[in-house]
T-cell receptor, first 119, second 109 residues
């Protein structure tokens, strides 16, 4: 069984640039959730992808977007980077919908995170 | 508004002493509550969830709907319990998870 992986480990961007972060879900999982964790705070939910569709979204502006691929890996894209976007970005995979959409029960398995610094 | 609060940012206890990490929530509906833990240099991982009603590593947590609390307890703290603990909740659809700000537990030998 392969765990959740994220790439890159860390990166540095400047204001106004765009960034793409990647997440490979755990084998057998069909759902990926993305979180932003600023220093000293808990993870903040960005959005979730279930079987290639956005399944839920937190209070983040549209410049935060994502994709999920047929193999259930996922990307988080952030456009027009701002200084406040500097944070640790976590993805978590899970297996939802054993009894149909919304009938999930399973644990989220987290990746190691990508540390983004915006200068 | 949906939120999770953890009033203590830092908590220090002596080894062998009881520990209680507080968690309160506000949510309209019936949430599912979790405790996640992050040990030093490790990933965030699930510790326990209220629907399982199980004890993990000696920790238990009881959901008190009247007080909207889900405090984490352990009768005798161990040094290996030192970690960051996050309380979290999700809705029935599991399409959004709200985390608290976390409590850093330090167990003094």
């Amino acid at each position: 069984e392969t765990g959740v992986t994220q790439s890159p480990t860390h990166l540095i961007k400047t204001r106004g640039q765009q960034v793409t972060l990647r997440c490979s879900s755990q084998s057998g999982h069909n759902t990926v959730s993305w979180y932003q964790q600023a220093l000293g705070q808990g993870p903040q939910f960005i959005f979730q992808y279930y079987r290639e569709e956005e399944n839920g979204r937190g209070n983040f502006p549209p410049r935060f977007s994502g994709l999920q691929f047929p193999n259930y890996s996922s990307e988080l894209n952030v456009n027009a980077l701002e200084l406040d976007d500097s944070a640790l970005y976590l993805c978590a995979s899970s297996q939802l919908g054993r009894t149909g959409r919304g009938g999930g029960t399973d644990t989220q398995y987290f990746g190691p995170g990508t540390r983004l610094t915006v200068l | 508004a949906q939120r999770v609060t953890q009033p203590e940012k830092l908590l220090s206890v002596f080894k062998g002493a009881p520990v209680e990490l507080k968690c309160n929530y506000s949510y309209s509906g019936s949430p599912e509550l979790f405790w996640y833990v992050q040990y030093s240099r490790q990933r965030l991982q699930l510790l326990l969830r209220h629907i399982s009603r199980e004890s993990i590593k000696g920790f238990t947590a009881d959901l008190n709907k009247g007080e909207t609390s889900f405090h984490l307890k352990k009768p005798f703290a161990q040094e290996e319990d030192s970690a960051m603990y996050y309380c979290a909740l999700t809705n029935i659809a599991y399409d959004k998870v709200i985390f608290g700000p976390g409590t850093s537990l330090s167990v003094i030998p």
